[in-house]
């Protein structure tokens, strides 16, 4: 006949091995890429509304605008004419 001692150590000894399992923790390399991804897009749409903000400042407040390199934006008026040369940012 088997005594509670024996029973105890029989748990604990199932408690100990399968807490010995998860020991390692869970894979949280996804949810890292995940947010690796989320704050890069954050840090494009950041920089993105920088170079707006500057291109709006140099056309006027009311002009609508185009980027035509990565330092170069056409300005155009609120009818759509363009409003001049090509401006460098």
């Not at 150590?9 to 989320?38: F, K, M, N, R």
């Not at 008026?77 to 401006?87: D, E, P, Y």
């Amino acid at each position: 006949m088997t005594s509670p001692t024996d029973w105890s150590l029989a748990l604990l000894l199932a408690l100990v091995l399968g807490a010995a399992h998860h020991l390692d923790g869970p894979d949280y390399s996804a949810d890292w890429a995940e947010a690796q991804a989320i704050e890069a897009r954050q840090q494009e749409a950041a920089a993105s509304a920088r170079r707006d903000f500057s291109a709006q400042q140099a056309c006027g407040p009311n002009a609508a605008f185009e980027w035509v390199s990565d330092t170069s934006i056409q300005c155009f008026t609120k009818r759509g004419a363009k409003t001049g040369k090509v401006a460098q940012l």
